[in-house]
T-cell receptor, first 117, second 111 residues
Framework: DGGITQSPKYLFRKEGQNVTLSCEQN?????MYWYRQDPGQGLRLIYY???????QKGDIAEGYSVSREKKESFPLTVTSAQKNPTAFYLC????????????????FGNGTRLTVT | GQQVMQIPQYQHVQEGEDFTTYCNSS?????IQWYKQRPGGHPVFLIQ?????EVKKQKRLTFQFGEAKKNSSLHITATQTTDVGTYFC???????????FGGGTRLMVKP
């Protein structure tokens, strides 16, 4: 089955530590995204990437970093500079190209719940 | 920047009652997408509307895209407990390379 895999499902870290969240997709999608969701809130875009070795900041990129070395993988690092890192992190992917103009639907992974104490 | 707003934030209904959530964008949209997130789950794509005034139906769900392409609505007829979750609308920015999500409407259904 094709899909997006995020791991781990739950993650606990001490304040001051960097932590990397994994996101892998086998849908052959060009674009990948990271969203953050706080309890009872909507989704806010952290970073996105339309092509390998290229990525752009979203609305709340401060304190986060990403890489896109392979089409299938888009890991997110939550650094110690992120002031409120505890949240639900969702990775998504979509087809992106001239035909779709980037408006194709997002496929989401199951998410990673990060708790920092 | 672009803003997408949804109302209401929460809605409690008795099973069998109808439900509507409204979505408004600060900018004209090329299309609008709707997603459903079950409690504890991840958002799942429901539908995309592209044309001005477009209406689409999925069983008991009716989606509308406004004439000015700045607003949209989702109406559920005769809600069921399986409809519980948060419904999000999302619209692309002008460049079409990212989606902005509304804050969502959380639907709770009493059996």
């Amino acid at each position: 089955d094709g899909g997006i895999t995020q791991s781990p499902k739950y993650l606990f870290r001490k304040e001051g530590q960097n932590v990397t969240l994994s996101c892998e997709q086998n849908l052959n999608h060009d674009a990948m995204y990271w969203y953050r969701q706080d309890p009872g809130q909507g989704l806010r875009l952290i970073y996105y990437s339309q092509i390998v070795n290229d990525f752009q900041k979203g609305d709340i990129a401060e304190g986060y970093s990403v890489s896109r070395e392979k089409k299938e993988s888009f890991p997110l690092t939550v650094t110690s500079a992120q002031k409120n890192p505890t949240a639900f992190y969702l990775c998504a992917s979509s087809i992106f190209g001239r035909a779709t103009k980037g408006n194709s639907p997002l496929h989401f992974g199951n998410g990673t719940r990060l708790t920092v104490t | 920047g672009q803003q997408v707003m949804q109302i209401p934030q929460y809605q409690h209904v008795q099973e069998g009652e109808d439900f509507t959530t409204y979505c408004n964008s600060s900018t004209t949209l090329s299309n609008i997408q709707w997603y459903k997130q079950r409690p504890g789950g991840h958002p799942v794509f429901l539908i995309q509307l592209v044309k001005s005034g477009e209406v689409k139906k999925q069983k008991r769900l009716t989606f509308q895209f406004g004439e000015a392409k700045k607003n949209s609505s989702l109406h559920i007829t005769a809600t069921q407990t399986t409809d519980v979750g948060t419904y999000f609308c999302a619209g692309p920015n002008n460049a079409g390379n990212m989606l902005t999500f509304g804050g969502g409407t959380r639907l709770m259904v009493k059996p």
